[in-house]
């Protein structure tokens, strides 16, 4: 941002953390700028007839935007309908909540939002600014990590969650610009961050679509192999289609033993007893582990043996995500001894390679047949010990799995290190907007002539 000028003089704010601002700008709690600081409603169970959309603060994104993906609508009174309806312009902000990231998070209701003639949920405050700040310039201040810092610092916590109310978002100070000025900041935001968020979204939709291509990538080699010319036959498998004509399709139960989990609470009083690592769901992800946290448990001596994890064992979880039910990571001995939970799978290969059997259950194909013999509910979904022994693998020649594997590892990198990169670049993007904001309504920088 060294292209902007900064003011010709400036004033120690008064406040820390806010330091030094343009001299003309006027320095103050947010309560002076605020006409309404009002809490929601709730009202009671839809009826199906003149029920009121409530928004929830579940429907504010973490950087201030809305996301209505599945509408709350509640029975509300006429006066709570009054009291709570929306105006553009309103501000709603996130005052209860277990994370940082959210607590505090501000909403700008826009017109489109007003003409839904809906209300909002007693999780959130709405501010309804006065004449001396613009709500669109309060909203950029509102979402800026400086004042969102404030919020969670000011915010109470009770079992875990933490809680703001009117009282504390109007004790925030903030230095307000003359009203024309204010008019160019924003014009110069909304042009500046316009640009930016187009580039990210661009950036993201190529990252979007190097997954896919990892994806296909995996898919392609465990399913037709690197020859481009080898003879296809059908597997008999309708989700598989065609393979190689050399390779055989086998089931896993009879390539592998799928050995599933002690499950935590296992009563083992008047036993011997030993206390082992045990992995759970959380640290097995999508295709690595997390170890950051690892629990322990005490387990029957003589139990120890069958649930041990042994190297090469693939690490499935029993449930999880559309998109990354079955997906796992090769077990390596990184904690020893150590077992799992009775929700992770460890699935021993004995009639194919532990990196196949790895690979293949992470492709396109695996995932299909996943999907299809999964319990779904909601956007998770779970797969029994007993459907996935009845998946349909690929099994080639020892020597061409290693063949394969190692020219997909190949392409899987490059691909990899392609998407780190673009995802980088798309973190320094949103640093630069954050630090633009951030300079912006501070008075860091001048806007005023910007072009």
């Not at 330091?19 to 103050?28: F, L, T, Y």
């Not at 492709?363 to 979904?381: I, P």
């Not at 320094?428 to 002539?449: F, H, N, P, Y």
Request: aromatic share 8%.
């Amino acid at each position: 941002m060294s292209h902007y000028k900064s003011y010709p003089e400036y004033k120690y704010s008064g406040v820390e953390w806010l330091g030094q601002v343009p001299e003309h700008w006027e320095v103050s709690p947010m309560k002076w700028a605020i006409a309404r600081n009002d809490g929601g409603v709730w009202g009671d169970d839809p009826s199906g007839e003149s029920d009121t959309l409530v928004l929830r603060s579940t429907e504010q994104t973490v950087d201030g935007n809305w996301r209505i993906e599945e509408p709350a609508y509640r029975a509300l009174s006429a006066a709570d309908k009054e009291f709570a309806l929306l105006k553009a312009g309103d501000l709603l902000v996130t005052k209860s909540s277990g994370s940082a990231l959210h607590i505090g998070k501000t909403t700008l209701v826009t017109p489109e939002i007003e003409e839904m003639q809906c209300c909002y949920s007693n999780f959130m405050q709405r501010i309804r600014t006065t004449d001396d700040i613009r709500p669109k310039l309060a909203w950029y201040l509102m979402n800026n990590g400086l004042v969102r810092e404030q919020f969670d610092y000011l915010s109470n916590t009770t079992t875990g969650l933490a809680n703001l109310n009117g009282t504390m978002i109007g004790s925030v100070h903030i230095a307000i610009p003359p009203d024309e000025e204010q008019k160019a900041i924003l014009a110069a935001l909304d042009r500046e961050t316009a640009r930016i968020d187009a580039l990210v979204e661009k950036k993201t939709r190529f990252i979007e679509l190097l997954c896919e291509k990892r994806q296909a990538l995996i898919t392609h080699a465990v399913t037709k192999g690197l020859d481009p010319n080898v003879k296809m036959k059908d597997s008999g498998v309708e989700w598989l289609g065609e393979v190689p004509e050399h390779w055989t399709v086998r089931r896993l139960k009879f390539i592998a033993r799928v050995q599933t989990g002690v499950a935590k609470g296992k009563d083992v009083s008047g036993k011997e007893t030993v206390e082992v690592q045990y992995l759970r769901v959380a640290n097995v992800q999508d295709g690595y582990l997390d170890l950051d946290e690892i629990a322990t448990i005490q387990i029957d001596k003589e139990d120890l043996e069958r649930y041990l994890l042994q190297p090469g064992d693939v690490l499935m979880n029993e449930g999880g995500d559309f998109d990354k039910l079955g997906r796992g990571h090769i077990w390596s001995g990184e904690l020893s001894p150590c077992i799992h939970q009775n929700h992770v799978f460890a699935v021993r290969p004995h009639g194919v390679s532990s990196a196949w059997l790895n690979a293949f259950t992470s492709s396109t194909a695996a995932q299909f047949y996943f999907m299809g013999k999964s319990k779904q509910s909601t956007n998770l979904a779970s797969i029994s010990s007993s459907n996935l022994m009845e998946l349909s693998v690929t099994v080639p020649p020892d020597e061409e799995q290693r063949r394969v594997l190692a020219q997909m590892k190949l392409g899987v990198e490059k691909l990899d290190k392609l998407i780190g990169r673009t995802e980088r670049s798309v973190e320094l993007l949103k640093e630069r907007r954050s630090a633009l904001i951030t300079a912006a309504v501070t008075g860091q920088i001048d806007l005023r002539e910007a072009v």
